[in-house]
């Protein structure tokens, strides 16, 4: 037996609540400033107020702990105090996804037992319409409202700096349990309504922590320190931005909450405020490449983690030429999330730079205390060769216990022990990461696995090929075989064959990038690709039609 | 009541388990090297193997959960080896304090009820003498022993490396509660025997990531990162090394260890291993900068970390003209230690570089979680102007909850709900702590508290004083007063008296530095101080001669 010492919440072994976080920037960085746009600008004395004021205006409203405030706003300084208020009394945070439907909205802040809701002047038309549907709220509370704006729930209209401006700022937060559940909010899966994951104190201290250490230790650039100025350009409402606002709290830096992302501001922003450290999706850094203002903005030394979809070479190269310092990084809802980030290390940096920007692009290193594994089908470790594919399976003290009410779900993604990401991925000596496919989209033939995102970068290379999917099909001998599903460029619609293709691929096996039997047999020529709502190659379709032998043509 | 989403230990709240430091290392360092002085190197695969081997060995040995394994070394590859796996046996590590007297090791070994002791062939004399004394012990391990050493303890001699030579490394390490006391060790008073601290693996766990945050973060040096080449300079016998090598495993850097320290052993171990990051107390640093070898040594880039005791501007002063990046750092037994440390900032990196050193020797900035606070006798905290005095009192989740079996002295530590320090300190409007004095030496008179130690810097500075010690002695109408004691340098014996020192100080009040009434109305001169047996001032001998009216000179 081991010998324990003490109880936790006694002396000597302090809950880990998300409180003590404020304790170092209040003591080191008091007159530091926090700002949203043009419409707000204060030092951390006054967001340390303010969160107090929040704290007894939702008090009042009947808001105590256990209770579930949603908020629904755009990156802002009202969310940061969010942030820490609604967690600080025992309440719970709920983050409300703005991209779901309304009806999915309805019922992730009916499921979450949301009871006041904060919300932005953007989103009281849809509130309003989905009233009826939300008995449990009692109060809406607006953000940033026209004079016009209606309240959409609760007796009468209130204003959140209304509410601020008349409360107390002597909120007495008490001491509880660090287990006790922070925030909640709902993943989206490709199948049926949103599931919901919740994070205790404990685990988004622990991450607080261990990211602060991934972010702030790298020895040549993407890293994110003390005399930073962060701005987040991935929103606030999807997996606590990252976790990076807390991140920028504890360090005590200048925050800067850009609102909605719109790239002109976002850019303004940068320069106004020296902007040095943001996060982003590749589509929001190809949107700031690309904006009329980019020409004339100074980028040279922002740090812009990328996450949320693969970082691509081409994409990373044209960061880089502006003197960006861009890197990829890795985790998902179920994470909290943050799992790897990349970095350079001496020997990335040669004389070409091609190293560099492949080291840029990977999925990265595990963040400390991360158990990053990658296994086969029988849970056991592939070769650390760079190569040798598996999913991807990890422990650490910060994820998800599972998903809320879901205990199928929640078995799925604890099968064996470790969270399942359902995505496959190789690591090779240095413990480099690199993800490969989907783990629902890589096909699986003759007992290895091929990556269908491989394929289709190879073949999309043919010049003759305007776009291309490549799906798994099951196969009596090889239990699955890969066909790829191909469009033409338009100039070339007569003559493009699968011969061609395979001479193509044939390369790539000569080379060693793909082995023989990747080689798809089946080659379907289409007008267009199915595609899901958000634009995403519907591969779900795409192989229900290829199995049923349907042409895969969209309408 | 706040919800309770999952219990600890179970999944998505595994516990904090020092194990889990070894998981990026391995994963992303695996070649790195631990090296050990010109006796051992070799890869973190390697230290993982034989980490595996000596709970394995241990274990053969009688050790389970809950026994206690003393270690009885200068710093080296094995006891980096029984940081970890000792504590991951859920064994509890002693670090035996090698500066106390025999007396005091048998009583320290005999209270932790220590079952084996690993011992380096130096302390093998000492424990063949102190074997009847310890009874618990049923078996010694020989460290780097002489063939003709014989085992003090024991059926058999065993020597280290032959157990791990025939260890299995296959240990099944398992998972338990994080609140597993992990370390023990004891401090050394001024009274009374040397009383017991604990620490748990979650404590040092969550000090090993805060300690992180803290010094990967600064952006002006003073820091301890990736790439970096770390060899400790305070010992591993005291409170785990400052935690170093648990930061420096969890960054996965190359470790230097430098056996017993000698100047020119670790000079030659700087240049050789190419060592950046290292922590001592002054006098290491005094002896390194003036060893023969210091001169033809390139010092510069080496970034140092001062603290148990302070670190004066004159020594920081000498290290800085070497291009030595030397900063403070400040905790102490009881916190495991890691409290605060200094940084520059833009500001601090004047032309004179005068702002500058004063920066690098103020106690510091506290570190992540850590509630700092400057109270007076009330529990009430002082003003952030840097010149209002109180004590130091703290809370973060790395402290310990008291000492081993002494309620009496543990309550007195944990008065008011926070630890106190026992020393008298100031915090500035940046959160810059400066200790003063310790709360026994500072002189508390008319309500206000002047520091002993600023009045002897102050009346050192005339030319004609050799030595001086200031305390409080009892006053009917002030509460007490201070005296100084004063050895008069050998040439100016005669004419030296109280008027021209108290004239000299009267400059100080002049210039703001301490108010008129820290100025002694008694000097008593006498021909030298008695100290204590590590050569400190004996304060508590002056004040109960002084209280007595007996002349205070040493015999």
Known sequence: MVRLFDEPGTRGSEPLLIASLLRTPLATAPHQQIVYRDVARYDYLTLRTRIG???????????????????????????????????????????????LSPAQIAYTLQRAEARVVLVHHDFVPLLTELRAQLPLVTQTVLLEPDAADECPIGPRRLDYEDLLAVADADFAFGEFDERAVATTFFTTGTTGMPKAVCFSHRQIMIHTLAVLGALASPQHGQSFRQGDVYMPMTPMFHVHAWGLPYVATLLGVKQVYPGRYEPARLLALREREGVSYSHCVPTILQMLLDAPQSATTDLRGWKVTVGGAALGESLARAALARGMDVFAAYGMSETCPFLTATRLTGGDQSADGAAEITRRCRTGLPAPLVDLRIVDEQMQEVAHDGETMGELVVRTPWLTGGYVNDPTATAELWHGGYLHTRDIATIDQQGVVQIRDRLKDVIKTGGEWISSLLLEDLIGRHADVGEVAVIGIADDRWGERPVAVVVARAATVDHLDAAALRQHLAAFVLAGQIPKYAVPERFEFVASIPKTSVGKIDKKHLRAMLNSNVSPSAN
């Open 53 to 99: 004021k929040l704290a007894h205006a939702l008090s009042e409203l009947g808001i105590s702990a256990g209770d579930t405030v949603a908020v629904m706003d755009w990156d802002s300084n009202r969310y940061l105090e969010s942030y820490f208020a609604i967690p600080m009394m025992g309440a719970v945070l709920m983050t409300v996804n703005l991209r």
